[in-house]
């Protein structure tokens, strides 16, 4: 129970597999990390976020939390947030939901789980906000993978109103907020056609990305 040997291991080969393919990749991360993308994901194990999109070590900051939710009494996500964009200068920030999701399904039944419970209530402020759109949509599975994708545009838009993206863009820094589907059934992702790259953009990215067929 104590002896996770196994993981040790996996991870001495690991590095190995890593040096012996590039000798001086980790004393060049040691230097410094320069990503030029912030991620925001859901904390779901099937959801590795760096091995989705193909990119190394240094190559993503990542903020993981169940349902990728991004709320403005967060101080945890708002840090990671701020230390990206103000310190790190990432050029993207990346919302990224996935279809199945058992946090926005537990908000979506009212499910009992204990603390988790308070969490998910911002998933369900989505849900409700979204009544008319969802109850149109008859297929039980339907309707979860579109509240999904209405929940990862919410948060799309949480993050373009904090103070940490709106004064980068005050300051004329360039940063691109995205929102994206992951399909655990396939493996890919999917844009969801929301990008907001300024003030001016986010009602009109915002409404577009909502009448949009899941």
Not at 49 to 76: E, I, K, M, P
Not at 117 to 132: K, P, S, Y
Request: hydrophobic share 40%; glycine share 6%; net charge negative.
């Amino acid at each position: 129970m104590r002896n996770l040997r196994e993981l040790l291991e996996n991870n001495r080969a690991w590095s190995e597999r890593i040096k012996a393919n590039d000798p001086g990749f980790f004393q060049a991360l040691v230097q410094q990390q320069t990503p030029r993308y912030l991620w925001i994901g859901c904390s779901d194990s099937r959801v590795p976020a760096t091995q989705l999109v193909g990119l190394s070590s240094g190559d993503l900051f990542v903020h993981r939390n169940v349902a990728n939710v991004v709320v403005h009494t967060d101080f945890n996500c708002l840090s990671v947030l701020q230390f990206a964009v103000d310190l790190l200068k990432v050029s993207h920030v990346i919302v990224c939901g996935h279809d199945s999701c058992s946090g926005v399904q537990a908000a979506m039944q009212n499910l009992k789980l204990g603390l988790t419970d308070n969490w998910l209530r911002h998933v369900q402020d989505v849900m409700h906000g979204h009544e008319a759109l969802l109850s149109e949509i008859s297929d039980e599975e339907q309707r979860l993978n579109r509240l999904c994708e209405l929940n990862v545009i919410e948060q799309v838009l949480n993050v373009s109103r904090t103070t940490i993206v709106q004064n980068a863009w005050d300051r004329g820094q360039e940063l691109a907020v995205h929102g994206w589907i992951y399909g655990i059934g396939d493996g890919l992702l999917r844009d969801l056609d929301i990008c907001i790259t300024n003030q001016r953009e986010l009602s009109r990215a915002y409404e577009e990305a909502i009448r949009t067929p899941g």
